[in-house]
């Protein structure tokens, strides 16, 4: 059935649009048989702490029962749960077994070269427990680190449940990071071993990961000697592999030596489960520390709540990789926990060919579907001739994720891939926050096209200005968290006061979530990107910082800039403006030594930080507009990036400079992958 349209009137202001007066409403057959209630929200607000209670007694499994719910006396580092004891692989797998639900399809992998893979509870149980236990036999114990460099295949999810599963903290790094964002990654967490493979899959063909583990190990002047023992290598390829003996261990001799029977470790629930590295922008990634019993409460009532989720009949899909944080909490942990069937695919959506998504929901009928805003809009590039030439209706529920979507994507989503009838839930949440914190409920919200809407019952969050008082309905500032949350992060790895200070010291005991809101006529929140110096490319988050220091490593480059220039497919692109070095501005001057400098210079950055990071496009500049302090106005930078007429320049110390830069004097090289 679908979902009832209505309109409102728009009041005029706060580029209130058409799109915003338009509302879904969830069909009466829908509402009967959710999950949430409307009474969820009355509920959660009469006992906050009472409902969060409720939501780990329900939905997570412990070895030994909490009496405490929240302990904030020593805020902004919070304890939830704190006296009770679990095991998140045991959460995720082995209760499921025990439970009778053994044969349930947990993954049905798809290989990017076709090749599949169909692994039940039963069969993850044994697969965790014999990592488990030949992490054990490399010397790794609970309190240790693991680091996990991998591609979207099985084994990744196995290997962050076998680390959980004996205690040690679990430390994934996006396969698509260089070796030097790995090694410093592994020297922060101080990891005793690295999961890899030899390498993946990615249109069309295979690329090797195992190498660029092999630099980051590499000694290195001025490093610090590696604390990485041994190194576990997936065979995922076949193709050839360097080899570091009494080092490096096939994870398939290691699992095959190893029993399969495995009990797990029973953990504090503030006992640490895994560091994931964002970018941060003092340009050093922060090291997001999340524990064991309030993550898991919250990504599993976020899971069941927001799609939905029917664990006997429904198949769900999360596109996302597990090297970001929306891959650990809704396809490992989340779904899991939930005891859900899964796709977990390895490729991208456009390999072998653009329906390729598509031609996987209509294989094994994908009934809950997320996804970011980029590739939503890539599939309306390609045309909507694509997805209907398959099957889709065994989609109900649809989400997105990574970065607000425009409204014109969640239009052409609901109509194209949800075929009018499945409600859409774009939520919002970052890697600190650890699961969902602002999301439309379905069967319970009338949804608006581009709106995240309303926090989720038992989240308290709101949009104040400078003074943190909440701003009026139609009116905009900064999205805050007021009250602590069970998923939320403990800190930064070994760096207490960095977290404070990152999160907690803009607003008095509030957590700034570092992006800018609006609330419309209704209350509905409106995310409008960051207000930092943090990029949002294609859900990724980038620090200019970070980039900026990549780039002035290179001898060629004396100083950089670096902003986000609003992008149609991917959100924000990375925009580059670079001064040269004296002996090599000249060779900038003609067309070929300048699309030379920027290849360099793109190739570097990549080196240095990850593809991901290369500047969509490199501008070599004279100077950089600069206030009498020294400060790089950068908002005049994005006006040049985005081709507008450039704003106020008085307050430059030297206002000609955006006059040369305006004039075209600065060459842009322009290339793009």
């Not at 989400?399 to 075929?419: C, D, K, L, T």
């Not at 409600?423 to 970052?430: G, H, K, R, S």
């Not at 986000?564 to 990375?574: C, K, L, N, S």
Request: glycine share 8%.
């Amino acid at each position: 059935m679908p979902e009832n349209e209505t309109t409102t009137t728009a009041e005029p202001g706060l580029e209130n649009l058409l799109h915003e007066s338009r509302t879904f409403a969830p069909s009466a057959e829908f509402a009967a048989q959710a999950n949430a209630q409307p009474g969820i929200y009355d509920e959660a607000k009469a006992d906050r702490l009472a409902f969060w209670a409720k939501q780990a007694t329900e939905l997570v499994s412990w070895h030994k029962p909490f009496t405490e719910v929240l302990d904030w006396s020593n805020a902004p580092v919070a304890r939830w749960f704190g006296d009770g004891q679990l095991n998140a692989a045991y959460n995720a797998v082995d209760r499921h077994v025990e439970a009778g639900h053994g044969d349930r399809v947990a993954i049905h992998f798809e290989g990017e070269p076709g090749d599949t893979r169909t692994v039940t509870y039963a069969d993850l149980q044994r697969e965790v427990s014999r990592a488990a236990n030949a992490l054990n036999a490399l010397g790794v114990v609970k309190g240790d680190r693991v680091v996990i460099y991998l591609p979207m295949i099985v084994e990744a999810v196995v290997a962050m449940l076998a680390c959980a599963r004996i205690g040690a903290a679990h430390s994934v790094v996006f396969g698509g990071f260089s070796a030097d964002a790995l090694r410093s990654r592994i020297a922060d967490a101080e990891a005793k071993v690295v999961i890899t493979a030899d390498g993946g899959y990615r249109r069309g063909s295979a690329s090797a990961l195992k190498p660029a583990v092999d630099e980051a190990l590499a000694p290195k002047d001025g490093a610090e000697p590696t604390t990485v023992e041994h190194v576990l290598v997936v065979k995922r390829t076949g193709q050839d592999t360097a080899w570091t003996e009494h080092r490096d261990v096939w994870w398939h001799d290691a699992l095959e030596a190893a029993d399969v029977q495995h009990t797990p470790v029973w953990v504090d629930a503030e006992h640490p489960l895994f560091i994931l590295y964002t970018s941060g922008t003092t340009g050093k990634p922060k090291g997001i520390l999340h524990t064991t019993g309030g993550y898991l409460t919250q990504a599993a009532y976020t899971h069941k709540n927001v799609f939905d989720l029917k664990p006997e009949s429904d198949v769900y899909w999360c596109t996302a990789d597990i090297g970001w944080v929306t891959g650990h909490s809704y396809v490992t942990y989340g779904p899991l926990v939930n005891g859900a069937t899964q796709v977990i695919y390895e490729g991208t959506p456009d390999s072998p060919h653009q329906g390729r998504w598509w031609e996987i929901v209509e294989k094994y009928k994908v009934s809950l579907f997320y996804t970011a805003p980029t590739a939503i809009r890539a599939c309306m590039k390609w045309g909507e001739e694509i997805p209907n030439k398959f099957d889709l209706s065994s989609l109900r529920v649809l989400g997105s994720v990574g970065e607000s979507i425009n409204p014109e994507a969640w239009m052409w989503y609901r109509r194209v891939i949800g075929a009018d009838k499945a409600p859409i839930v774009d939520t919002w949440w970052q890697t600190e926050t650890g699961a969902m914190m602002i999301s439309p409920l379905p069967g319970v919200t009338a949804t608006k096209p581009g709106s995240a809407q309303v926090p989720l019952p038992g989240i308290v969050a709101d949009v104040v200005d400078d003074e943190a008082k909440p701003v009026p309905n139609g009116g905009g500032g900064y999205l805050v968290l007021s009250e602590p949350w069970p998923s939320m992060l403990r800190g930064i790895w070994g760096d207490l006061e960095r977290f404070k200070d990152t999160y907690w010291s803009r607003f008095q005991g509030i957590y700034f979530a570092g992006d800018g809101a609006k609330k419309d006529e209704d209350g509905n929140i409106w995310l409008l990107g960051r207000v930092d110096d943090v990029m949002n490319v294609s859900g990724h988050r980038l620090s200019t910082t970070e980039i900026e220091s990549a780039l002035v490593s290179n001898p060629l480059v004396a100083e950089a800039a670096v902003v986000g220039a609003a992008d149609e497919m991917t959100g924000q692109a990375v925009v580059a403006f670079v001064i040269l070095r004296g002996e090599h501005a000249e060779k900038a001057s003609t067309d070929e030594g300048s699309k030379e400098i920027e290849t360099t210079l793109r190739n570097h950055v990549a080196k240095e930080i990850g593809p991901i990071a290369k500047p969509r496009k490199i501008l070599v500049v004279p100077e950089l507009p600069k206030t009498r302090s020294g400060k790089i106005m950068r908002r005049l930078l994005r006006d040049v990036a985005e081709n507008r007429t450039v704003g106020d320049a008085t307050t430059l110390a030297d206002s000609s400079v955006m006059n040369l830069i305006s004039a075209g004097l600065a060459k842009p090289a322009g290339a793009e992958d």
